[in-house]
T-cell receptor
């Protein structure tokens, strides 16, 4: 069974620091990867997608993909308390039309 | 992005009964999905709702337990049948406006408690 794995956390960082969230995947044919943010009691919202090796930046967020090592990461610069949430990593399973989600990493940004 | 609504937002149900959850999108979308998120866990795909044909179910989920309708490109329902306390969960619909299953937008969810 194809899996996406994340450390459940919580990951605690001070306000203003860089938060680094990591994810590994087992499906070598996966080509598309996604980061979703889920606030407590809310539904997930898409924040980043990445398809090619290397970095992709969007504001304070940078997604990094390394297909050879089968990992994808999300960096959040200048972390704010409002970034405190669970971050879900997902891949497009087997090149098909559905996503497989990791269990999520809880991020806490402390004042 | 698409605007998605779900009804009901939450419900408390008795064991053995059934509940139908509605998902409405403000635009026509090719792909709609139903997920379950049990307390403290990640998202598990139940099925892909196909317009004009039967839903495609994931391993561990069957049509008799989770019948799905998709009468048009903006609406779908998921029924949780013969409920037990183990069905207590958040049920989420999602849509991919671009039709490849990648860029999914989620509805607000239905919080179900089965007593």
């Amino acid at each position: 069974q194809k899996e996406v794995e994340q450390n459940s956390g919580p990951l605690s960082v001070p306000e203003g620091a860089i938060a680094s969230l990591n994810c590994t995947y087992s499906d070598r044919v996966s080509q598309s990867f996604f980061w979703y943010r889920q606030y407590s009691g809310k539904s997930p919202e898409l924040i980043m997608s990445i398809y090619s090796n290397g970095d992709k930046e969007d504001g304070r967020f940078t997604a990094q993909l390394n297909k050879a090592s089968q990992y994808v990461s999300l960096l959040i610069r200048d972390s704010q308390p409002s970034d405190s949430a669970t971050y879900l990593c997902a891949d497009r399973t087997g090149g098909g039309n559905k996503l497989t989600f990791g269990t999520g990493t809880q991020l806490k940004v402390e004042l | 992005s698409a605007v998605i609504s779900q009804k009901p937002s939450r419900d408390i149900c008795q064991r053995g009964t059934s509940l139908t959850i509605q998902c409405q999108v403000d635009s026509q979308v090719t792909m709609m999905f139903w997920y379950r998120q049990q307390p403290g866990q990640s998202l598990t795909l139940i099925a892909t709702a196909n317009q004009g044909s039967e839903a495609t179910y994931e391993s561990g989920f069957v049509i008799d337990k989770f019948p799905i309708s998709r009468p048009n490109l903006t609406f779908s329902t998921l029924t949780v049948s013969n409920m037990s306390p183990e069905d207590s969960s958040i049920y989420l619909c999602s849509v991919d406006p671009f039709g490849q299953g990648e860029t999914q937008y989620f509805g607000p969810g239905t919080r179900l408690l089965v007593l």
